[in-house]
Every structure is written in structure tokens, then in C-alpha cells.
């Protein structure tokens, strides 16, 4: 059994479900801790506070949307004025970049950070991100409503984009009547109330996930990347490996990490997610409305180390929840996600009780590996 999957199986089984900001997510980051300093790198916890759901944030989202459709046949301007926040706070949530969150209850989490500087002269840097708590089960990841997961968002989307345009129709012209506007947007506001119910039933009902896939696999590659780089550091690369806490309740180690260190702009960055069923992939866009490309670079290198080194791997775009990755790319640095996905395209077991350490393939691990360490050599020379 390799070393790897035996970091799945003590995470996804041991302490098993690890919800952001949870006390088994600060028993993840206390065994990853120790995992890390038998390395002897340079190792900081680093401290923040995040929502513990991403539910929150988007519930009250709908929750305005709604409130607009109440309000809009009596105060026309009123309920355009609170659809466009809603909408404006969506588009800005989606994209990593919060705006209810900040005003949300929080509770503690922390990253993990630690540091192998270069053997000479840093030429560049390369941060590896890999997140190590596990999401809450939902309706919408159910194994018959998941393969659906993209079209019901985009729906969604739709819902607010129509309630919005008609709302500004009767606000701001008088092509239609009010009552006719607002009899029109109703099938979307709907479809709004029926998301914000599932969000309550996953907040009530939703379990956490032994998150094996997602994301101990992850995790598994990034300590055993860590383990090599301790022995032989590169020459002329200063790598700095971050385990994330709280991404699952919106990418918020990521963002913590971002607010504390400001890297440069030329800095690589490659994340760790979803790694241990499924085909390997690079990454080459990533958003589920607008996307984002990765780094040309970083694709030419992947490509030909899975060449080299006869690594099955795939490229392809992933169109669908934000990963650390997205937080990065959103903000211009070249970066490259790892994953892996079944043969229809999606994530196994994603965010579901059966996300368990069994279905995880040690191959995958390993070659995810070989594809980190190759990257980094390259990028070397």
C-alpha cells in the first residue's frame, strides 16, 4: 500500500468528515501539521476566520430575489433596485470574490504553509494548493440530480438574469404593464424559492462527506511532493505548499492565504484537487459562467511530462464549483489545476456520503506525483 493512500485513508477514515471550520477540520490541519515537521521545512499555521457554508451566502441571495418579486408590484423601483444587488452579489460570490460572506458569522480555520526555498538563487516561485476539508451533502449532488448539477446553476442564473431585465423593463419604461412584467418573472422567482429550499435542507439534512476524493486524495499528493522536495530541494525554485482550510465553504483558505502574502504575479501556481478516481486531467479553464484559461505554460509542461513519463492524462475544461485554483486564476496568476474525472466529465462521488477511501485508486495518486515533481523540473530547466 503506498504512503500516499495511506494519508486518504487516515483522513477520510480516522478522523473522517472534515467540514470547514469544524473541530475534525482542525484535527485534519493538527495531523497534517505533524506529517509536515517530520520534514523539517519551514511550517506556519496560519489562522483565519471563514462562513462555515457556502449556503449561507447564496441562501440569502435567493432570499433578496424573492423579496424583490414581493416587493415589485407595489414599488417597481424598489424591487429592481434589490434584484440588481442580489444579482451584482451573485456574479461577485461566483467569481471568488465576496461580498455577503464578509458581513456573515464566522468561525475559526487555519492553512497550513510550508516552505522549501531553492538549493541557489530563487529565480521563481511555484505555491501547490490542496484543501483539506470535506463538503456537506446536498439534494443536487444526489447520484440521479448530479449529472445535472451544470444545467440546474445555469437555470438558476437564468431565473435572476429574467427577473432582473423585467424589473428594469417596469422600472425604467412603459413598453408593458407592470402586473404582466411581474406575472412573467414569477416562474423564475419560483425556481429561486425551490434553490433556496434545497440550500436549508442541505444546511439541516446534508451530511458531511468522508471526503476521501475530494480532497484527501489532494492532500495525499501535495505531503508526498513535499516529501521529495525536502530531500532535493530544486535549484532555482522556492516552492511553498499550502493546505487550505474552509474551501468548501467558498475557497476562503485560498483567499486568507492571498490577503496574507500578496505573491507576485509571475508566480506558478498548481492545485491539488479531486485527484483519486477518475482519469487524470490538466485543467484548461476553469468557471462555471465566465472561465478562466490556465497557464499555457503549465499545460506545455504537463503534457510533456505525462509524455515522458507515459502518464495517462487528459486535457480538459472544468465548468463547474470554484476550486482554489479558480482564486488564483481570477486573479491573473498562471495556474494549473489537477484533477480527475469520470468518462461523462464529472467528479466522482463528489459531495456525497460514498466519497470514501475505497473508491480511491492509488495509481492515480502516485502519477499525480510524478506529474507534480516533473512540472517543477521542468519549469527548472
Known sequence: MSRAFQYVQYLAEKIGPRGSCTEAERAAADYLKAELAQLKLELTVEPFTAVTSFSWAFGLIDLLFIIAALTFPTWPNLGLIIALVAFFAFILETSTFPLLSRFLPKKNSQNLVAQVPARSKKIRKVIITAHYDSSRSALNFSPRMVKGFRRSYLLMVAAMSLEVILYALGALTTILPTTLLWLLSLPGALYLLFTLFTLLHREIFGQYTPGANDNASGVAVLLEVAKVLSRLPLLTTEVTLVATGAEESGTNGALAYLRQHRPTKDTYVINLDN??????????????????????????????????????????????????GTVFLMRGYPTLSLMAFDEEGLIPNWHWPTDQATFVNPENLDAAKELVLGILRRLES
Do not use: F, M, N, Q
Not at 472561465?291 to 510533456?304: D, F, G, H, I, R
Open 275 to 324: 485527484l483519486g478516481s477518475g482519469r487524470l486531467t490538466a485543467v484548461t479553464r476553469e468557471g462555471i459562467l465566465g472561465t478562466k484559461p490556465a497557464s499555457p505554460e503549465l499545460l506545455s509542461c504537463a503534457k510533456e511530462v505525462a509524455a515522458e513519463k507515459k502518464v495517462e492524462l487528459k486535457l480538459a475544461p472544468y465548468h463547474l464549483l470554484t476550486t482554489d
